[in-house]
């Protein structure tokens, strides 16, 4: 066989390879070209909806202490003026809704259990306002119980919502 022949022969399938290597390098280029900015604006619409969440809870959590204290102690009540009512956690569900929509699951997750743990906690101020002697009642000792859950858990949220955000890849 001619050494030219010979030559194509062994020539071709590198000129391909590195044709098809080539071809792939830039369609993943221009994936990540077009993916920057879309992943920048997730990322932000994920910062902001985990600082509502965080915010909610810490004031849903700052409400249902001046309930629990007015329920408690009567003189408390007149001083801040805060009541139970059927919105109290609208505002805190509304940003959980947000975060289990950003995601990623494991920050929903955690969204979730900040919610489930809202509910808790207002049950247990509702049980004390239902008690004749909310100091002598059990739930006085649940709402202790409860809050530090809500608060353990937001705790554990604004850890693993961190962890994401300050992730190179955004997942985690």
């Keep these: 066989m001619d050494s030219a022949v010979i030559a194509a022969f062994i020539t071709t399938p590198t000129a391909v ?3 098809a290597a080539a071809y792939a390098a830039g369609r993943a280029q221009a994936r990540a070209a077009h993916r920057g ?11 902001e909806a985990y600082a509502a969440l965080v915010a909610e809870t810490a004031k849903y959590e700052r409400h249902m202490y001046r309930v629990y204290l007015g329920t ?29 929509l950003e ?7 955690l969204a ?11 049950g247990a101020v ?3 306002q239902d008690a004749e002697d ?8 649940k709402y202790e119980e409860r809050d530090n859950i809500l608060t353990d ?16 890849d955004g997942r985690q």
Excluded at 37 to 47: G, K, L, M, T
């Design 17 to 19: 390879l590195a044709a």
């Design 37 to 47: 900015p879309v992943d920048a604006i997730r990322r932000q619409h994920q910062r």
């Design 72 to 100: 408690i102690e009567p003189r408390m009540q007149s001083h801040w003026n805060d009541t139970l009512s059927t919105q109290d956690g609208e505002a805190l569900v509304f940003a959980a809704a947000a975060v289990r």
């Design 103 to 109: 995601g990623p699951a494991h920050v929903a997750e």
């Design 112 to 122: 979730r259990g900040i919610e489930r743990a809202s509910d808790q906690v207002y």
């Design 126 to 128: 509702l049980e004390l």
């Design 134 to 141: 909310p100091v002598m009642s059990p739930a006085y000792a």
């Design 153 to 168: 858990r937001a705790k554990a949220f604004v850890e693993a919502a961190s962890a994401h955000l300050n992730s190179s």
